[in-house]
């Protein structure tokens, strides 16, 4: 078992990770009936994804000998409405280390690989754009 999920009440959950005991609260959107005090279920959907893709690029950094350290995303994340679901993910990477053009390619190529890029439904557009410095 990965987790275990408590309703709290008042669209809230509580989520404990298993494994590390950490505890990530969640309540549902200002937009969606709820108080909008925590990540929702689905900004929890579309960060994941920007953590993924820093995870598997940093693996790919480490054996190119590059640090990634303090490089930083902008998430941000669409909703449609009918049916309610996220219809689009973008995501800025901010990449404060300099590289040369080719570990640029892997290490963009790495981070679409990650598995929640590939598990996300193909009809969420995932905008991803990388400022490298």
């Not at 590390?20 to 960060?47: H, M, Q, R, W, Y």
């Not at 689009?88 to 390619?105: A, N």
Request: with cysteine.
């Amino acid at each position: 078992m990965t987790s275990e999920v408590t309703y709290l009440g008042d669209l809230r959950t509580s989520s404990v990770h298993n494994n590390s005991g950490d505890t990530v609260i969640s309540d549902a959107p200002l937009d969606n009936n709820g108080k909008g005090e925590a990540f929702s279920p689905t900004d929890a959907v579309a960060n994941a994804l920007a953590t993924c893709m820093f995870t598997i690029m940093g693996i790919k950094a480490a054996q190119l000998g590059i640090d990634l350290a303090n490089s930083t995303a902008d998430v941000t994340k669409h909703m449609q409405s009918d049916p309610r679901m996220i219809s689009k993910i973008e995501i800025v990477f901010h990449m404060k280390t300099v590289v040369d053009e080719k570990s640029k390619q892997i290490l963009e190529r790495a981070a679409k690989t990650c598995p929640v890029y590939l598990s996300l439904h193909s009809d969420i557009e995932k905008a991803v754009t990388f400022n490298w410095q």
